[in-house]
């Protein structure tokens, strides 16, 4: 009973790149987060979706970054023309939402994509 | 916005010893959430508090919630080494997404 898998676990970029971040929820979950923490500090929000819908986004960024959880496939953070300030660890959680299999409220976490730009 | 702090930011105890963190928070909240992360890993969650009730044990974890003072703590008792981690409060404010503190970074000397 696979967890929510994100790839890739690390990734370096120089400046200017593209970083694309993958997360597969976990089985039978159609909710997903995306979180960002910078080091020595807290999580901080930064979109929520559901397939093929964006419900929440108030955390993003107003440039460069996207996401988007298809229909099929994982879900996708799209960072463009990346900054050293981009460097951090990207979290993505799931849960099954309100109408999913038993709503605890809880988020399952996977390990994380750190990405470092150079 | 950041909806929690958390109290201490760091604390150092002795396997043994109980540990007390305190998360306070500023909306109306559905429920609020402890969770815990090893360095390096990803968030692991402990336990989940609603908005109605006051107090919840979970093995050597209480947590209690006074809505009053839009406060929580979470004591770990009797700890070991292997609490050894960062923990984190974290607000559902109904709409789905949940809201972190800043943590607080425990460390257990064995």
């Known amino acids: 009973n696979a967890g929510v898998m994100q790839n890739p676990r690390h990734l370096v970029r120089r400046r200017g790149q593209e970083a694309r971040l993958r997360c597969s929820p976990m089985k039978g979950h159609s909710h997903v987060y995306w979180y960002r923490q910078l080091p020595e500090e807290g999580l901080k929000f930064m979109v929520y979706l559901q397939k093929e819908n964006i419900i929440d986004e108030s955390g993003m960024p107003k440039e460069r970054f996207s996401a988007e959880f298809p229909k099929e496939g994982p879900s996708i953070l799209r960072i463009q023309q990346v900054v050293r300030g981009d460097s951090a660890a990207y979290f993505c959680?799931?849960?099954?939402?309100?109408?999913?299999?038993?709503?605890?409220?809880?988020?399952?976490f996977g390990e994380g994509s750190r990405l470092t730009v150079l | 916005s950041q909806q929690g702090e958390e109290d201490p930011q760091a604390l150092s105890i002795q396997e043994g010893e109980n540990a007390t963190m305190n998360c306070s928070y500023k909306t109306s909240i559905n429920n609020l959430q402890w969770y815990r992360q090893n360095s390096g890993r990803g968030l692991v969650h402990l336990i989940l508090?609603?908005?109605?009730?006051r107090e919840k044990h979970s093995g050597r974890l209480r947590v209690t919630l006074d809505t009053s003072k839009k406060s929580s703590s979470l004591l770990i008792t009797a700890s070991r080494a292997a609490d050894t981690a960062s923990y984190f409060c974290a607000t559902d404010e109904w709409g789905g997404k949940l809201i972190f503190g800043q943590g607080t970074e425990l460390s257990v000397k064995p």
């Open positions: 959680a799931s849960s099954p939402g309100l109408a999913g299999i038993v709503y605890t409220g809880e988020l399952f």
């Open positions: 508090i609603r908005s109605n009730e």
